[in-house]
């Protein structure tokens, strides 16, 4: 009964990245921030994206609660080093590195942010400029990073490992690879396989460390670093 009740949710995990890209992903998309009516407009955006993560996280916690599923089971523990060494040192490297080149660069280089804003391919009106805005923003970083590292990351490893016993790691970081793709198949292409390499370094950052703690940290910076592209304004 147990396992078919995992099935069940197995086979809702594999929708939910659909409905995600082509249900609520122009919801999400219509959302974002847009030039026109600028503040008010983005922080609108700002709160919708909140409400949709919220709802997003919603089935999972009923789930849990139905399944007698404990947080602890989805990722929520301490950090522990429990696979092979060499694994654990790259994946932990590769995830210093991307967190030095997202965060640490653009915040500390005044030339490389000057060169981001500069760059014809980046709308500076999208970004968080406002005292307002930027709180709103951190705030929807702090939403995304919790429910979609829980959702991606954190129940689908348990709703694997317990449906699959002894599923090769390899596999699970292609699934997670997959499921994130798809789920952001509205951002074009290249944002898919961008999207979809960071889900696969986020799923490694868990399997090695044993908590979603790591892998939310770098979801949640990796974002957050828009916060320090413009000088707050009033």
Same mark, same amino acid.
């Given at each position: 009964?147990?396992?078919?009740?995992?099935?069940?949710?197995?086979?809702?995990?594999?929708?939910?990245?659909?409905?995600?890209?082509?249900?609520?992903?122009?919801?999400?998309?219509?959302?974002?921030?847009?030039?026109?009516? #600028?503040?008010?407009?983005?922080?609108?955006?700002?709160?919708?994206?909140?409400?949709?993560?919220?709802?997003?996280?919603?089935?999972?916690?009923?789930?849990?609660?139905?399944?007698?599923?404990?947080?602890?089971?989805?990722?929520?523990?301490?950090?522990?080093?429990?696979?092979?060494?060499?694994?654990?040192?790259?994946?932990?490297?590769?995830?210093?590195?991307?967190?030095?080149?997202?965060?640490?660069?653009?915040?500390?280089? #005044?030339?490389?942010?000057?060169?981001?804003?500069?760059?014809?391919?980046?709308?500076?009106?999208?970004?968080?400029?406002?005292?307002?805005?930027?709180?709103?923003?951190?705030?929807?970083?702090?939403?995304?990073?919790?429910?979609?590292?829980?959702?991606?990351?954190?129940?689908?490893?348990?709703?694997?490992?317990?449906?699959?016993?002894?599923?090769?790691?390899?596999?699970?970081?292609?699934?997670?690879?997959?499921?994130?793709?798809?789920?952001?198949?509205?951002?074009?292409? #290249?944002?898919?396989?961008?999207?979809?390499?960071?889900?696969?370094?986020?799923?490694?950052?868990?399997?090695?460390?044993?908590?979603?703690?790591?892998?939310?940290?770098?979801?949640?910076?990796?974002?957050?670093?828009?916060?320090?592209?413009?000088?707050?304004?009033?």
């Amino acid at each position: 009964m147990y396992i078919a009740f995992l099935v069940i949710l197995a086979v809702m995990f594999a929708i939910v990245p659909i409905l995600d890209a082509f249900v609520f992903g122009g919801k999400k998309a219509e959302g974002a921030p847009i030039v026109s009516d #600028k503040g008010k407009s983005k922080c609108k955006g700002y709160c919708s994206t909140m409400v949709y993560y919220l709802c997003f996280i919603l089935p999972v916690i009923i789930m849990c609660i139905i399944g007698g599923i404990s947080f602890y089971d989805i990722g929520f523990s301490p950090i522990r080093f429990e696979q092979n060494i060499w694994f654990t040192i790259i994946v932990i490297i590769v995830a210093v590195a991307l967190f030095i080149y997202e965060f640490v660069i653009p915040v500390v280089s #005044k030339s490389y942010r000057a060169r981001l804003l500069e760059d014809e391919g980046e709308d500076i009106d999208e970004l968080p400029q406002t005292n307002k805005e930027k709180w709103l923003y951190s705030f929807q970083t702090l939403s995304s990073a919790l429910c979609e590292e829980s959702w991606y990351r954190g129940f689908l490893l348990f709703l694997l490992l317990t449906i699959f016993p002894g599923m090769p790691i390899f596999l699970i970081i292609l699934i997670a690879f997959v499921t994130f793709a798809v789920g952001h198949v509205y951002q074009g292409v #290249k944002s898919m396989v961008e999207v979809g390499l960071f889900g696969a370094l986020s799923m490694s950052l868990l399997i090695v460390t044993g908590s979603l703690i790591p892998s939310m940290l770098l979801h949640f910076f990796t974002d957050f670093v828009a916060v320090f592209m413009i000088r707050k304004r009033a």
